[in-house]
């Protein structure tokens, strides 16, 4: 359930490209259940039922890399951060609000896990430090001509119990603090047992180097958190 703090109405394009999205991500998704359905009411052995598994993610991995192809070429967007082969442990780090380094994050297979079952209500921040084609930059660089750009932040998440509230948004790259925007920040409450996909759309002004933070303001019991396939875009058109 994807809960928006900052209330606006949303304008037609962003209703198209969201329907856009949707219908995309619901053929892929339809698409590899009824293969994997298909494979797994077989009567197979052990080692070929692993093999099948590992086939279906290889399949599901491919599925993903081509629906965020198409669905950047048909919104005209540039890929700033590509999270769809794995989050390293390069590319983020967390810290308490005051920038004191946390040992809470591991990294599975590409999987982002953040583990909150030692602290709940304690907030702490997530930086994202890399970016570019290459991930070779450390923000996303200020436009030369002030006006706003529009970014697309999408993922996959899972919880293990309870609910997070995250607030996902974009910050001074120097300072840290939240820009000034007309949808800078953009709060989520992920409760879902199961693998689900977010799109979050933002407009920030131009004239700063800026980065993605994402805050993980409370967990209402200890859980732990997944995230994958975590991309940030930029629209270009």
Not at 55 to 71: G, S
Not at 79 to 89: A, E
Not at 126 to 137: A, D, R
Not at 189 to 200: I, K, P
Request: aromatic share 6%; hydrophobic share 40%; glycine share 6%.
């Amino acid at each position: 359930m994807v809960m928006v703090q900052t209330v606006l109405n949303s304008d037609n394009s962003y209703l198209m490209e969201s329907i856009i999205i949707s219908l995309i991500s619901g053929v892929l998704s339809g698409v590899l259940v009824a293969f994997v359905n298909n494979l797994l009411v077989r009567n197979k052995t052990q080692a070929e039922t692993e093999k099948l598994m590992a086939e279906a993610e290889k399949l599901k991995a491919e599925a993903e890399k081509i629906r965020v192809e198409i669905t950047s070429y048909i919104l005209k967007e540039e890929i700033l951060f590509d999270g769809s082969k794995g989050i390293q442990n390069y590319d983020i780090e967390v810290t308490t609000l005051n920038g004191n380094t946390l040992n809470l994050l591991d990294f599975d297979n590409g999987n982002l896990i953040l583990d909150r079952r030692s602290i709940t209500n304690s907030p702490c921040r997530l930086k994202l430090l890399t970016y570019g084609s290459k991930k070779n930059l450390d923000s996303i660089s200020k436009k030369q001509v002030n006006g706003i750009r529009r970014f697309r932040v999408s993922f996959e998440s899972i919880v293990s119990n309870g609910n997070h509230l995250l607030m996902f948004a974009f910050v001074d790259n120097l300072t840290g603090t939240l820009l000034d925007s007309i949808r800078g920040k953009v709060n989520v409450e992920l409760n879902q047992s199961a693998w689900e996909r977010f799109d979050l759309v933002f407009k920030v002004p131009s004239d700063k180097d800026c980065r993605l933070d994402i805050f993980c303001l409370r967990s209402s019991e200890p859980s732990i958190l997944k995230i994958r396939n975590l991309m940030i875009l930029e629209n270009v058109g």
